[in-house]
């Protein structure tokens, strides 16, 4: 039996909206002062680089320029599908299609900064946890010794990839940091069958997009005051669903798979309340419990088994809906970075500085 998921093509959702406002195609060519035949085009998911009129009929139409130019059949989920959202996601997804560009790491300096608060953030999440977590208290203690090594390596993680860190955000702030690896397959076997660590995963392992997904880390800030404890982990089970999407070159293909591991008891029962299961290997030197979601494993309990084709089903409609989206927002960071960066080397002349003509 197929699940219809109400998907719709970015054409009929236009239509849709147009029909839902009483326009005719003609009517809507006329207010926008277009021809109508780009129109008909955009309704039939035509690409199209007139980029002044598609942003005149979305104003017609409410819709963002964003929204108006993804190229080929990028898909939309109705308010149906949106119900069936894994992770509570439904309303949050709508309002948050994409990352604030507060999500990701400005520079260097910004991404140490970012993992040093997710260390101290994962040592007072163990603290309050107390005698239940001693076992992995030890596994900390050592990540501890080593706290330089752990923060270099996230750096240049990032660096290999800048989508791999994201800062969740609540009401404009940054609580949390997420990472997500896409890995080489050497790397992810490696791991899994208990021969490396994850922090043996250096940039190397790194790739732009794979179907071997490692979920590294999803660390709680501590913020003073605290947001609430809903909205938190809505942004980071957000967060974490975002970077899947796009990190993952098909997530609905059957050679799709993650791995994770257990730093905690809570852990290991979100982990499990999102498909992944037991992979009876621990980590070298820490000691963490890993976990495995794999595509392709259909000898499961009927409830694990639908919460599996939940999460592929949607990240991979996910992906296909901000594919254009993310190319913009990719080139506007670029070119923020390099605003930046110049910004730095043309230092503001003094005020005075200025050589005094002598009066001839």
């Not at 998921?5 to 002062?33: C, P, W």
């Not at 997500?180 to 791991?191: D, G, N, Q, R, W």
């Amino acid at each position: 039996m197929t699940t219809n998921y109400g998907i719709r093509t970015r054409g009929e959702l236009i239509r849709d909206r147009r029909v839902e406002l009483g326009l005719s195609q003609q009517d809507l060519a006329d207010a926008a002062d277009v021809a109508l035949t780009l129109i008909v085009d955009v309704e039939s998911s035509v690409y199209t680089r007139e980029f002044a009129a598609l942003e005149s009929v979305g104003n017609i139409l409410g819709f963002q320029l964003d929204e108006m130019t993804s190229p080929g059949a990028s898909v939309r989920p109705t308010e149906q599908a949106f119900a069936s959202w894994p992770w509570s996601l439904s309303s949050y997804v709508q309002n948050h299609l994409l990352p604030d560009d507060l999500a990701y790491c400005r520079d260097k300096d910004d991404a140490r900064a970012s993992i040093e608060q997710m260390r101290d953030g994962w040592r007072e999440h163990l603290r309050q946890c107390g005698e239940e977590v001693e076992e992995f208290q030890l596994a900390d203690d050592l990540l501890n010794q080593e706290r330089d090594r752990y923060v270099d390596r996230y750096v240049k993680l990032w660096q290999a990839n800048d989508e791999t860190l994201m800062h969740p955000i609540v009401d404009g702030q940054r609580v949390a940091l997420t990472v997500v690896l896409p890995v080489t397959a050497k790397a992810y076997e490696a791991m899994r069958n208990g021969q490396i660590s994850f922090m043996d995963i250096g940039p190397d392992d790194v790739l732009p997009e794979s179907q071997h997904i490692v979920l590294d880390s999803a660390v709680e800030f501590s913020c003073d005051p605290p947001p609430a404890t809903k909205k938190v982990a809505n942004a980071i089970s957000y967060s974490v669903f975002y970077q899947i999407a796009v990190l993952a070159k098909d997530p609905s293909a059957d050679d799709f798979c993650m791995l994770a591991f257990a730093a905690s008891g809570t852990n290991i029962q979100r982990l499990a309340a999102i498909g992944f299961i037991d992979h009876d290997v621990t980590m070298p030197n820490y000691g963490y419990q890993l976990c495995e979601f794999r595509a392709d494993n259909k000898d499961l309990p009927n409830n694990i088994q639908e919460r599996r084709e939940s999460i592929s089903f949607f990240a991979g409609m996910f992906r296909r809906w901000v594919a254009g989206d993310k190319t913009l927002r990719r080139k506007r960071r670029m070119i923020l970075g390099t605003l930046s960066v110049f910004h730095k080397l043309v230092k503001p002349r003094r005020k005075g500085s200025r050589k005094r003509t002598r009066a001839s």
